[in-house]
């Protein structure tokens, strides 16, 4: 079964860091470019960073840039973003996603994760 887990979610302190975690179960997920999203409530779904699956060239939002950071552990099917410096704005639910490139929340054809809770609170 094809399945994306994300962990590492919570309630954390402005300028805290946090560390998601996106495992694959049931396909391998470095032939992939993945990608992590976020929704806040009554926005749309935007991405934060991707990495592609070719050279692992990453992408972030202008917004992130510098504070987080996308990564992969091939050994360990899994892709994290570490997060960083974390801004009440950064507040959302996070999902990761798979596809054979880049795209935007809308473009992303594979699979998705069923998103986890980040919230930046004092």
């Known amino acids: 079964q094809v399945q994306l887990v994300e962990s590492g979610g919570g309630l954390v302190q402005p300028g805290g860091s946090l560390r998601l975690s996106c495992a694959a179960s049931?396909?391998?997920?470095?032939?992939?470019?993945v990608g992590w999203f976020r929704q806040a409530p009554g926005k749309e779904r935007e991405q934060v960073s991707c990495i592609s699956s070719r050279d692992g060239r990453t992408y972030y939002r202008d917004s992130v840039k510098g504070r987080f950071t996308i990564s992969r552990d091939n050994a360990k099917n899994t892709v994290y973003l570490q997060m960083n410096s974390l801004k009440p704005e950064d507040t959302a639910v996070y999902y990761c996603?798979?596809?054979?490139?880049?795209?935007?929340?809308?473009?992303?054809?594979?699979?998705w994760g069923q998103g986890i809770q980040v919230t930046v609170s004092s």
């Open positions: 996603a798979t596809d054979t490139r880049c795209a935007s929340a809308n473009g992303m054809r594979g699979a």
């Open positions: 049931g396909f391998t997920l470095d032939y992939y470019a």
